[in-house]
């Protein structure tokens, strides 16, 4: 079955900088990546996706890259924010089974103010 | 506030008591999802429902026993718990399963003694 891995597990950045999480995938019949951010106290919030067709999608100071050839997408955040702290979890699903999202084990992420 | 709701936040309980987790979503969505979110691991799908009727059972112990009276509740009702069975239980709905977009609830934080 599919496999989700999730690089690095904690990260630390000073406030200003950029910050980059990557996840690799094992099934290439996965055709679905999104990103979703938790915040303490909440459930995991998506905060940006990207399909198999695109290779690069942004919104405002996010983005996500994918390179299906690698198996690997990415989630870049600019000019981070203390805000921006919080657990982030990539995850991946199937055209056959949109609903079953395989999820990797998270990256801590810390905002320096 | 994301729509779905999950009710107790946090609960308690011994390894021979009853208790039940209730979400609602107020979004008019077909599919719900339990998962369990344990520290430092992937969220695991548990069950998921789509228009009341179960469609994945992810070899949940039977000590978890989900009921989804119509689409926008679904419960889990727990007996004789184990210790390892402490985790943060999620809640998610979706327009249907064929529609990855999945939104969380807050999650209720179970302890077992």
Redesign the interface.
């Known amino acids: 079955g599919e496999n ?1 891995e999730q690089h690095p ?1 904690t990260l630390s950045v000073q406030e200003g900088d950029s910050a980059v999480i990557k996840c690799t995938y094992s099934d290439s019949a996965s055709n ?1 990546f ?1 990103w ?1 951010k938790q915040e303490l ?6 905060i940006i ?1 990207i399909r198999s067709n695109v290779g690069e999608k942004k919104d405002q100071r996010i983005a996500v890259t994918l390179n299906k050839t690698a198996k690997h997408f990415s989630l870049h955040i600019t000019e981070t924010q203390p805000e921006d702290s919080a657990v982030y ?1 990539c995850a991946a ?1 199937k055209a056959d089974s ?9 990256t801590r992420l810390l905002v320096r103010p | 506030e994301t729509g779905v709701t999950q009710t107790p936040r946090h609960l308690v309980m011994g390894m021979t008591n009853k208790k039940s987790l209730k979400c609602e979503q107020h979004l008019g969505h077909n599919a719900m999802y339990w998962y369990k979110q344990s520290a430092k691991k992937p969220l695991e799908l548990m069950f998921v429902y789509s228009l009341e009727e179960r469609v994945e059972n992810n070899s949940v112990p039977s000590r978890f026993s989900p009921e989804c009276p119509n689409s926008s509740h679904l419960f889990l009702h727990l007996h004789t718990l184990q210790p390892e069975d402490s985790a943060l239980y999620l809640c998610a709905s979706s327009q249907d399963t064929s529609r990855n977009i999945q939104y969380f609830g807050a999650g209720t934080r179970l302890s077992v003694l």
């Open positions: 989700v597990s679905y999104p979703y106290g909440k459930g995991p919030q998506l996706d979890f699903s949109s609903y079953k999202l395989i999820f990797g084990s998270g």
